[in-house]
């Protein structure tokens, strides 16, 4: 049974940083898409970067790249998500996701088909 657990989230002033960290089990992640997104009360749920668990490919939806950096550890099957100079409008739950049939890191990040998800951490960036 495939399971992904996020942690690493809290809150944060703004300009701050924080980490959050997916733990992957049950399946065979290094050949996996895997990915960050997050919602906002009110809002759908977007992409925020993407990761090719074999090759290490990444993609960031604009609002984010420069910012933040993903990252995988494929012999543990996790992934990181470093997260700098976070505003308030970065509060959210973000969520974890995997993917074995995503075409392509931005596919993954556009729309997962047939993904697997975290339960979500919070994230809350205060003024």
């Known amino acids: 049974q495939v399971q992904l657990v996020e942690s690493g989230g809290g809150s944060v002033q703004a300009g701050g940083s924080l980490r959050l960290s997916c733990a992957a089990s049950?399946?065979?992640?290094?050949?996996?898409?895997m990915g960050w997104f997050r919602q906002s009360p009110g809002k759908e749920r977007e992409g925020v970067s993407c990761?090719?668990?074999?090759?290490?490919?990444?993609y960031y939806a604009d609002s984010f790249e420069g910012r933040f950096t993903i990252s995988r550890d494929s012999t543990k099957s996790t992934i990181d998500l470093q997260m700098t100079s976070l505003k308030p409008e970065d509060t959210a739950v973000y969520y974890c996701?995997?993917?074995?049939?995503?075409?392509?890191?931005?596919?993954?990040?556009?729309?997962?088909?047939?993904?697997?998800w975290g339960q979500g951490t919070q994230v809350t960036v205060s003024s």
């Open positions: 049950g399946g065979t992640f290094s050949t996996y898409a």
């Open positions: 996701a995997a993917s074995p049939y995503a075409s392509t890191v931005q596919a993954m990040c556009l729309g997962p088909p047939d993904a697997w």
């Open positions: 990761i090719n668990s074999s090759d290490g490919s990444t």
